[in-house]
């Protein structure tokens, strides 16, 4: 993989070293290199052409997927132009690939001006307080059906025990 920080470095006339600005981390590139095979013992997979060609459709695709990474866990990563390169070996019983990810992440812009700042607090809390007062409102009707059961529950009791109690002294 390739890690470390997006920095812009600003140099000045007559001077002899530069002022580096931090502009946090960046963006994590990651190649994997891999193989296909036809007819494994290792793992159960389809023939080696359907397995080629589910990789291609799922590097391909338009938007994110995840990626399970041996060591760093499931991450989120699209695939560049050009990200999969596969080369065909043995008559068509092995493809090697090299693949190319980057981490994907949100689409999250940065605020640029207070009015926009004052608008997407505003929208943000309205929707914060929309979904507690749904919250809310939900934990209040289960609460009422459960009671709601619980009285139709001590009725049904109660009319039994006064059935059984009827025809006892009738009997």
């Known amino acids: 993989g390739v890690f470390g920080r997006r920095q812009a470095v600003h140099e000045y006339p007559y001077r002899d070293k530069a002022w580096v600005e931090d502009m946090g981390r960046a963006t994590r590139r990651?190649?994997?290199?891999?193989?296909?095979?036809?007819?494994s013992g290792l793992y159960t997979a389809p023939d080696v052409m359907t397995q080629r060609d589910s990789l291609v459709a799922a590097c391909e695709t338009g938007s994110a997927g995840t990626l399970v990474h041996p060591t760093l866990g499931e991450l989120t990563v699209s695939i560049p132009e050009s990200g999969l390169r596969i080369t065909e070996g043995l008559a068509g019983r092995v493809f090697e690939f090299t693949l190319t990810v980057i981490e994907s992440g949100l689409r999250v812009f940065a605020i640029t001006s207070s009015a926009d700042a004052a608008s997407t607090v505003q929208?943000?809390?309205?929707?914060?307080a929309a979904k507690t007062a749904g919250t809310f409102i939900g934990e209040i009707h289960g609460t009422i059906n459960f009671f709601t059961g619980t009285m139709h529950t001590l009725q049904n009791t109660a009319a039994f025990w006064e059935r059984s109690v009827t025809s006892t002294m009738n009997a």
């Open 30 to 39: 990651f190649t994997i290199r891999g193989f296909l095979l036809q007819s």
């Open 123 to 128: 929208t943000s809390w309205l929707a914060v």
